[in-house]
């Protein structure tokens, strides 16, 4: 008898948790999202101010090719066979500072290359050849250069570069790999 009460007290205790689970309206249900779609759409309609021209997706949008990943839920790809990268659709990076005493703001930002194996073709001191420079376009800043960049086996491997801007602003980001040089402009802020 014990044996056929304790399953029946767990139907009985479960049952009604269920229909209240099926019966509650759908406003209190998604009681949370219309927070979080406040914070989406706020982070969406940020924009860039009109003097800085930044990069944004064309009609005809890159497409990597295979084996690489072809879409991007949160952005889009910008480049060509030889080298491309992933940007944001509405051109604004919101940077961070690696600790508070760090004036500079981070940004880790990969780089994909048709092809690159880091293990057949190894640049020197194991390090990818890609380089990559940062202008302030709107006003004078210091500049950077970047080599700070380390191989991802992947699959498929890319390159992962780590930068350091000096400051906000409006800025022209340049990636050069042996022979091919992929430009974009961003509006970095904190």
């Not at 009985?12 to 019966?23: E, M, W």
């Not at 600790?99 to 092809?115: A, H, I, Y």
């Not at 086996?153 to 409006?170: A, E, F, K, N």
């Amino acid at each position: 008898m014990k044996r056929r009460i304790f399953p029946l007290a767990i139907v009985s205790l479960l049952t009604p948790i269920s229909f209240v689970a099926l019966q509650t309206p759908g406003s209190m249900q998604a009681s949370f999202t219309p927070a979080a779609q406040d914070r989406l759409q706020g982070q969406q309609e940020e924009k860039a101010p009109e003097s800085c021209p930044v990069t944004k997706p064309s009609a005809r949008p890159f497409v990597p090719p295979s084996p690489y990943p072809t879409t991007h839920t949160n952005g889009f790809w910008f480049g060509t066979d030889k080298l491309w990268t992933h940007l944001p659709k509405n051109g604004i990076w919101r940077l961070s500072h690696y600790s508070p005493t760090n004036t500079t703001l981070s940004q880790k930002l990969p780089w994909w290359r048709e092809g690159y194996d880091p293990r057949n073709d190894p640049p020197p001191e194991w390090r990818p050849m890609l380089k990559v420079t940062g202008k302030r376009l709107n006003s004078p800043a210091l500049s950077f250069a970047s080599d700070n960049a380390n191989n991802v086996l992947g699959p498929p491997p890319y390159i992962m570069t780590g930068l350091d801007i000096p400051s906000v602003g409006c800025w022209k980001i340049t990636g050069r790999f042996e022979d091919t040089e992929l430009s974009f402009v961003v509006w970095v802020m904190d």
